[in-house]
């Protein structure tokens, strides 16, 4: 069956490194959902917010070669916006009382306001990537950073429309296991096509060699832009999602520590895969969770407190200094069986 | 008048901070192309080497409480032993990494000393005071008073600045780093020892943030586990704004981020003080705009085709 030739296969065989991150996603919350551990589900919650979170990056990052420091920024800027249409109906003015009487009266749908917050993110990065797009290596990334403190800092001083420095309470809890696995899918699917179209494949081209891709015509400008809008619609979507999960938002949760795990997340399973961004995420979720709770105990043996981030360091530091470019070394899971059924095809069609 | 001048002395040893602070980082980056997350880390380190480890909520002194000269040369000793350590056990398996595995990694290793920081000493800020003579005051004419520590940091920065051009200009080893920096594997080909190099490049990086260790704790009187991180992303942004793998760059970016956040908070209207931060970072996007390389440009910077 597997030699057979068909459309069908073909298209299977395509989409195949899609296929298993989704199921293998889908087997995971299917698991946790049927053990009922509330405390486990709200690991896996986070788990999928921060998988749309590291894939978003990765189809910036993975493809265009830029780090990017300012990722979370967009995070923050859809939480809020997410925030100002959903949360707290009754205290929303006490909390945030310079926002437009329209925003101050009406509540938007949960699905409603997490696009429109994703929304706001990207046309934010269609005008701060205008800018930072035009630079390049290790510049660009300083942009993003500075974009990001910018944004950190002004958010933190908004008090009117953010509440500053103080939180912002009574985010109705939405986003379940199976909510967070549904964004999961729609962003994997998103990065994996977007990796596949000409648009990834053009930047990827200026990400090996900048120079050459100009030399063949590739706008390199153009196609970052591109890359970071919809990346930042992702995050933006992302900080929505996180907003609902935790049910309350501060400005200093999406700051320095979000971009760093996040970060290193992407890194520790390969930067420049889909693959490597979904099981750098689950690794690490997985080490941080299991280490946590041995710090709390677990019959009766525990480790000493905060040993469980000095831990979760040091397995970083190994698997870097161990591998390099990640866990997975960069490469996609790929059709796993020997016979390469388009190529044979394609051999059948030459002789 | 008055006020102008002691905005100037502000700014100045402001700058003088940071532009030490970017030369650590610069001096990594020219050899190895490693940008140290962890070197204010390296700093938090030498700061709670002062005090004896313990949990307790009051700081006792252990290092602190020596003669000024030990205590100096006993705090840049273990901030260079650490620096030297983390370049054999860590960054060395790294060093042919791309450069973004190695920032995440030299994060991972300021993420993990923080940790052990909190695991010894606990999560609570400490209080702890060296130096007291230097937090006074001192009257420089009628009406101008300035701190004493900010002369003592712009001087301290000038004489370090003048021994680190003299050992890199005069000594055979600064020569073989200068060629490093300028070209690694040409130096190499040449016959210098790329490790020497590194590890000498660590230790002057390590040996700079023990003195900033001493400066910055006189200054806070506080440490706390996470004191190392704000600073360094100036240090950070300094490096970068003066130009990537420049030393001249790194000072120059240094007081430059420096100057530039004082004179801010001093001109700035009091309902936009609190947006000084999103200025200075909306003012370093303008200047990347304008020069991507940096403002001094070296001759390793320009990209070869």
Not at chain 1, 166 to 181: D, F, K, N, Q, R
Not at chain 1, 318 to 335: D, F, V
Request: proline content about 3%; some cysteine; aromatic content about 10%.
């Amino acid at each position: 069956m597997i030699e057979a030739n068909t459309p069908l296969l073909r298209k299977v065989r395509y989409f195949w490194p899609l296929i298993v991150l989704c199921l293998g996603l889908l087997i995971i919350v299917a698991i946790v959902d049927s053990t009922g551990d509330i405390i486990l589900a709200q690991t896996l919650v986070e788990g999928l917010v921060r998988i749309v979170i590291v894939v978003a990056i990765y189809m910036f990052v993975g493809n265009s070669g830029i780090i990017s420091f300012g990722h979370i920024g967009f995070v923050l800027i859809g939480a809020y916006a997410t925030a100002w249409q959903t949360c707290c109906p009754y205290t929303r003015e006490m909390f945030m009382p310079g926002l437009p009487t329209y925003l101050l009266n009406n509540s938007h749908h949960f699905v409603l306001a997490i696009f429109l917050g994703g929304v706001l993110a990207a046309v934010v990065a269609l005008i701060a990537g205008f800018a930072i797009m035009r630079l390049t290596g290790i510049a660009a990334s300083i942009g993003t950073f500075a974009f990001m403190m910018v944004f950190y800092s002004a958010y933190l001083r908004w008090s009117t429309w953010t509440s500053g420095a103080s939180s912002v309470i009574g985010l109705p809890t939405t986003t379940t296991p199976w909510v967070g696995y549904a964004y999961a899918v729609v962003t994997i699917t998103a990065a994996f096509l977007f990796t596949r179209s000409k648009w990834g494949l053009a930047l990827r081209s200026s990400r090996d060699d900048e120079v050459a891709a100009k030399a063949s015509g590739v706008n390199v400008f153009g196609q970052r832009l591109l890359a970071f809008v919809i990346s930042a619609f992702f995050c933006g979507m992302a900080g929505g999602l996180f907003g609902h999960f935790l049910g309350m938002l501060t400005v200093d949760s999406f700051y320095l520590g979000m971009t760093f795990i996040t970060l290193s997340m992407l890194v520790v399973g390969g930067m420049q895969s889909l693959a490597g961004a979904v099981i750098g995420v689950v690794v690490i979720s997985v080490v941080i969770d299991v280490l946590r709770r041995l710090e709390t105990g677990i019959g009766g043996f525990s480790i000493p407190s905060s040993s469980a981030e000095v831990g979760v360091g040091l397995i970083l530091l190994l698997i870097l200094i161990l591998r390099s470019s990640g866990i997975t070394g960069n490469a996609e899971i790929y059709w796993p069986f020997k016979r390469d059924v388009s190529s044979e095809g394609a051999l059948r069609r030459q002789s | 008048m008055d006020y102008v001048i002691q905005t100037i002395i502000s700014a100045l040893s402001f700058g003088s901070f940071y532009a030490l602070g970017a030369l650590g980082i610069g001096l990594l980056f020219s050899v190895l192309r490693l940008i140290n997350f962890a070197h204010g880390d390296f700093i938090t380190v030498g700061g709670f080497a002062l005090i004896v480890p313990s949990s307790a909520v009051v700081a006792t002194m252990a290092i602190g409480s020596f003669h000024p000269a030990l205590l100096l040369v006993c705090i840049v000793a273990i901030v260079v032993l650490l620096a030297l350590v983390s370049y054999f056990l860590v960054f060395q398996h790294v060093q042919n990494a791309s450069p973004a595995t190695m920032m995440i990694v030299s994060f991972a290793l300021g993420y993990t000393l923080q940790n052990v920081i909190v695991m010894i000493y606990g999560g609570r800020p400490k209080a702890v005071n060296i130096f007291p003579e230097l937090t006074g005051q001192v009257q420089l004419s009628d009406g101008v008073s300035v701190q004493i520590l900010q002369l003592v940091i712009i001087a301290v920065t000038w004489v370090l600045l003048i021994a680190l051009v003299l050992f890199l200009r005069r000594t055979q080893v600064g020569i073989q780093m200068r060629a490093a920096a300028e070209d690694f594997r040409m130096a190499r080909m040449l016959g210098v020892n790329g490790k020497n190099v590194i590890a000498l490049a660590f230790i002057l990086s390590g040996g700079l943030a023990g003195i900033m260790t001493l400066l910055f704790v006189t200054q806070t009187g506080v440490l706390t586990f996470r004191m190392g991180v704000p600073i360094m992303l100036f240090f950070f942004i300094a490096t970068v704004i003066g130009g990537m793998g420049s030393l001249v760059g790194a000072v120059v970016g240094g007081y430059s981020v420096g100057i530039v956040s004082v004179v801010l908070s001093a001109i700035l209207p009091e309902e936009l003080r609190g947006f000084r931060d999103a200025c200075v970072f909306i003012l370093v996007i303008i200047v990347l705009l304008a020069r991507p390389q940096g403002l001094v440009l070296t001759k390793a910077a320009k990209e070869r085709v």
